[in-house]
């Protein structure tokens, strides 16, 4: 089917990187698994524009795949333009993958006058295996929690959605001479790593209830770097086999010693990584921190200062 489109309508997304803080249940013992902490972060943006107005232009392979894929599930026969201003980087516990699907969907389908629904989109493009965080900051930014997957689950639901506060800044730590774990090597390993015991995932799921959340709605930065602290330290131990170490980098993990030393807590590996990341109280401590490790010998890492984004992805239509 080809659908009529005016060729001077056009719609533009601009969608964040976020920041993958943890799983909480990986006991493996219960029918619901998974579940997840988020946050979505300034750093890194996905910017594109769809349109039926075609130019020439190159356009990377794996989003053409995306787009077509997208138009495939739509019935849609339309050689649509995709031109890409911004994109996340990929492999690097970003979450590149999926907020490239939701952009792209997200962009087609109001450029054809479809509904919008992020969780449908991910769907199609078999985003949110395991975690739903990346489709809840592209629906909602901020601090976001899922609920994991149960036998009948297409996306992890959204539990919770908490304002992140705008003064706490983290610092990221990456290696990009490094790809994280991905795709069939992700699938393989998940599929050969041991369970978390039922105690420690109680444990970590009383902690994220009890002092967590509350910390963070109530801004206690102590409070919360420590659980996130203790969040990192269940997921490293049960990643730890098939990432060769606590961390995917080498070089990331002496960051994070040094760091560890220093006093902060709040600080671990988003995603597979292998970027890393340490919770800090404000920009300016960030900027410094940035300062000071930038001074040291590293030469495959760059240091990144993020804040968190409150705000969904923003989509434009035009014409």
Not at 35 to 42: F, K, Q, T, Y
Not at 168 to 184: A, C, T, Y
């Amino acid at each position: 089917m080809n659908a009529v489109i005016s060729p001077e309508r056009s719609v533009s997304v601009k969608t964040y990187g976020r920041l993958h803080l943890g799983f909480f249940d990986l006991s493996g013992q219960a029918q619901r698994q998974f579940g997840s902490l988020g946050v979505a972060i300034d750093a890194y943006q996905t910017a594109l524009t769809v349109s039926a107005k075609l130019q020439p232009s190159e356009v990377d392979p794996w989003a053409a795949a995306i787009m077509q894929r997208h138009l495939q599930s739509l019935g849609v026969d339309n050689q649509l333009a995709l031109n890409i201003q911004t994109a996340i980087p990929r492999h690097g516990g970003l979450g590149s993958g999926t907020q490239m699907a939701l952009a792209i969907g997200t962009a087609v389908n109001a450029l054809l006058d479809k509904p919008v629904n992020a969780a449908q989109i991910a769907a199609i493009h078999r985003r949110g295996a395991r975690s739903g965080i990346g489709i809840a900051t592209f629906d909602h930014g901020g601090l976001v929690m899922d609920g994991g997957r149960g036998p009948e689950t297409v996306v992890p639901p959204l539990l919770a959605r908490h304002a992140f506060p705008e003064e706490w800044h983290f610092l990221l730590i990456e290696d990009r001479s490094l790809d994280g774990l991905h795709g069939s090597g992700e699938k393989q390993a998940f599929k050969q790593l041991t369970p978390q015991s039922a105690a420690a995932t109680h444990k970590i799921q009383h902690q994220l209830l009890m002092q967590g959340l509350p910390a963070l709605v109530e801004q206690d930065f102590n409070g919360f770097s420590a659980f996130i602290g203790a969040l990192q330290t269940y997921n490293a131990e049960y990643f730890s086999p098939a990432q060769g170490g606590i961390y995917a980098s080498q070089a990331v993990a002496r960051v994070l010693e040094i760091l560890q030393h220093q006093g902060y807590c709040g600080l671990g590996q988003t995603s597979w990584g292998p970027t890393g990341f340490v919770l800090l109280p404000s920009k300016a401590a960030a900027l410094q921190k940035q300062m000071e490790l930038s001074q040291m010998n590293h030469p495959s890492l760059s240091f990144v200062v993020a804040a968190a984004i409150n705000q969904p992805a923003h989509i434009a239509v035009h014409g």
